[in-house]
């Protein structure tokens, strides 16, 4: 026993001594630990690749870390955890003659490699890289060999603008979260926290439900003929009445955006009843057939934020399980770089692919040019290219050998990807669409129907996508002819409120109005859940109480910082950074200097309780006899008397959510908090019975974190 155990220890003193003596023409460092070893293998042995396992760097955590009385100077400091990552990377920097930063591409992956540098002591008094210091950057969109290879033939210098709005963005959202935070803590409930593009988020949830809650639904029918003709099944909608047409849409102005909805004049079931008792033993006449062809363009290449859309909806995974899919993918050198805006796609790629869809499918699925798309948002691009896979033609293969080596979700999502780029240089798809008009002219009126089918012609890059969907096939009529129906149909309907955000929507509505970095996304809906301040139902998110009364008062005191304008004029004076045309401590106090007016007269303002009660209630308090009011405190909702602090009367509000206890089948299941006020769902007949759930019950399965 003792000889293993001496002989384990010699083999980690090995270990540790070679790695203080490693002596390398070329260090290089990364973010993640498993990249070292791919990259390594391209660069060979006069390289040395180390990781420096993310962030070395950041501001303090216990502390806001910013100079406000200086020109907003941040005070970085060594990240918790991360001396003796520092320690290790100085080390191996003592025995290298050149240092490769290789950190990502993005702002983010510029501010590592700039940490790095500080760490390493390679920056002067002005944050600059010294003269003298042997550092280079290097960037690369994908790991592969040419790439890197590529990559290391043409180092640059650090890239200061893209270090600069990295320091704007990390610089105002920590004046806001460490500055307004503090004020929820104190007029609403400890614990709570707000950010620039988090709190923007879940206003958006807000408002949808308040717009939902003042939405009035109006019901109103429909009135379908179903038709049979040469063993072809099909159906016909009345769309108009003596060529009145009873379709209506109608628009309203949301908080972001307008929703449209579609109801018929038909409004009672006596006046649809009254039509289909006319038309009930009515023949249909064709009055016209017209047949027309369309085509469909391919969707661009991913992008960040319209590939989490795309997961979400085809393959049911969260934004967070998205972006952790593709990391790995992306660091095992599956797919090029997963952070970006671009939809753009290098030539390289788009030989390949071309060639790729020629060999595989046949001439006819290759345009005469390739397609070039152009992206509509006019911000910086950080990652010049779109999403795509690294290899084309052994592609099927490697999704196999990625869902044996990584899992099935990361060969799904991989699919994805690659034929999403595969497709976006493919042809139109083209169909076929035939739209037939019938009349019927009972006791003086005039009936008419509308049937519409489609038929794919030719599939294109349907081919390659596989969602080509069902054709909708139309028999073969002639004008005059009629044409009895097996029957006539009344359906009701009602109007539709505006749908609650999914995480595709949501993700949709931040990407639409510029709001953050598609990047960014992932963690904020992860944050907004765990701060508690919406829920899933049913996919779609549900604000809380805590976030109407956060949003509330944010709204009221701080309308700025919720602003959706705002938002994204920020996102776009980021984007003037990266361009070099503003500065960054400049925009900064523009904003800081309002911002802390707001703070002092809202601390002066905001009562205790004024975002805290949610409703006065008609009971009358048993002690006292002031009314009662539901209030929000650190365990939920509650019931108090008005008269509070005078009349200490209290009860707790039970919160049940329509369902049985899974365990006991007898209790009811009920919301319930703990000390810290985090949600749990528990039984009405703890502690006989102990059942507990942090999970709601009522949700359907979601994807697994």
């Known amino acids: 026993m003792a000889a293993t155990k001496k002989g384990s220890t010699t083999k980690k003193a090995k270990k540790a001594t070679a790695k203080k003596t490693v002596t390398v023409k070329n260090l290089v460092i990364v973010e993640s630990p498993s990249k070292t070893a791919s990259i390594g293998k391209y660069l060979g042995a006069d390289y040395f690749v180390t990781s420096s396992k993310g962030h070395i760097i950041d501001l ?120 307004l935070s503090p004020l929820l803590w104190r007029k609403i409930q400890y614990g709570l926290s707000a950010g620039r593009v988090q709190s923007v988020a879940v206003r958006l949830i807000v408002e949808r439900e308040n717009e939902r809650k003042a939405f009035t639904q109006t019901p109103y029918y429909r009135i379908t003929a179903q038709l049979k003709h040469e063993n072809i099944d099909f159906t016909a909608d009345l769309t108009h009445i003596d060529d009145i047409k009873i379709e209506e849409k ?37 009055q016209s057939v017209e047949s027309k062809a369309s085509k469909k363009s391919p969707s661009a290449p991913f992008t960040t934020a319209s590939l989490q859309r795309a997961a979400q909806t085809f393959l049911y995974m969260t934004a967070k399980s998205t972006m952790r899919n593709a990391q790995r993918l992306y660091e095992e050198g599956h797919i090029s770089y997963h952070r970006t805006d671009s939809t753009n796609l290098s030539e390289a790629f788009v030989t390949q692919a071309r060639d790729y869809i020629k060999k595989t499918y046949g001439d006819k699925y290759i345009p005469a040019k390739p397609i070039e798309y152009t992206d509509k948002k006019k911000r910086s691009q950080e990652a010049h290219e779109a999403i795509r896979p690294t290899h084309i033609e052994d592609w099927e293969q490697t999704k196999k050998s990625i869902a044996i080596h990584l899992g099935e979700k990361e060969a799904n999502l991989y699919d994805l990807i690659t034929r999403r780029a595969l497709a976006s240089q493919a042809t139109q798809a083209q169909y076929h669409n035939t739209t037939i008009i019938l009349t019927a002219k009972p006791n003086d009126h005039t009936y008419t129907f509308r049937a519409r089918g489609s038929v794919i012609a030719f599939d294109g890059f349907l081919a390659i996508t596989l969602s080509m969907g069902e054709d909708s096939i139309l028999p073969q009529l002639t004008e005059g002819q009629k044409i009895t129906p097996t029957s006539y149909e009344l359906s009701d309907h009602e109007t539709s409120p505006p749908p609650r955000y999914s995480e595709a929507s949501l993700i949709h509505a931040l990407e639409e109005h510029e709001i953050g970095r598609p990047s960014t996304y992932a963690p904020i809906i992860d944050t907004i859940q765990n701060r508690q301040y919406v829920i899933k139902e049913k996919n779609a998110f549900v604000p809380e109480d805590i976030g ?108 049940k959510i329509g369902m049985n206890c899974p365990a006991c089948k007898n209790g009811d299941v009920i919301v319930r908090r703990t000390r810290f006020g985090k949600k749990f769902f528990g039984c009405t007949n703890y502690p006989d019975c102990d059942w507990a759930e942090w999970k709601d019950p009522r949700r359907e399965k979601e994807d697994d974190e």
């Open 548 to 655: 109407f009364a956060v949003t509330k008062l944010l709204v009221e005191h701080f309308p700025r910082v919720t602003d959706l304008d705002f938002t994204a004029d920020m996102e776009q004076q980021m984007d003037d950074i990266v361009d070099g045309d503003r500065e960054w401590e400049k925009i900064i106090d523009d904003f800081y200097k309002p911002f802390e007016v707001k703070l002092e007269q809202a601390e002066k303002e905001i009562e205790r309780d004024d975002y805290k009660v949610l409703e006065n209630l008609d009971e009358k308090c048993p002690d006292c006899g002031k009314h009662i009011q539901m209030k929000l405190g650190r365990y939920g909702k509650f019931y108090s008397c008005s008269g509070f602090p005078d009349c200490k009367y209290a009860r707790p509000f039970v919160e």
């Open 250 to 286: 109608e628009s309203i102005t949301l908080f972001a955006g307008d929703y449209s909805y579609s109801k018929t004049t038909l409004d009672t079931p006596e006046k649809a009843k009254v039509h289909l008792l006319a038309l009930k033993t009515t023949d249909l006449t064709v």
């Open 60 to 179: 303090p955590k216990s502390d806001l870390g910013i100079d406000t009385e200086h020109n907003y100077k941040p005070e970085y400091t060594a990240m918790r955890g991360k001396k003796k990552v520092i320690d290790e990377l100085r080390k191996d920097a003592k025995h290298a003659q050149m240092i490769y930063l290789a950190t990502d591409l993005d702002r983010e992956g510029e501010a590592i490699g700039w940490h790095i540098a500080s760490a390493l002591g390679g920056l002067d008094d002005n944050g600059k890289l010294k003269k003298d210091a042997p550092i280079k950057r290097v960037v690369f969109s994908e790991i592969t060999k040419d790439a890197i290879l590529e990559a290391f033939k043409n180092p640059r210098e650090l890239n200061y603008n893209l270090i600069d709005a990295y320091q704007a963005r990390r610089v105002l959202d920590r004046l806001v979260g460490y500055k």
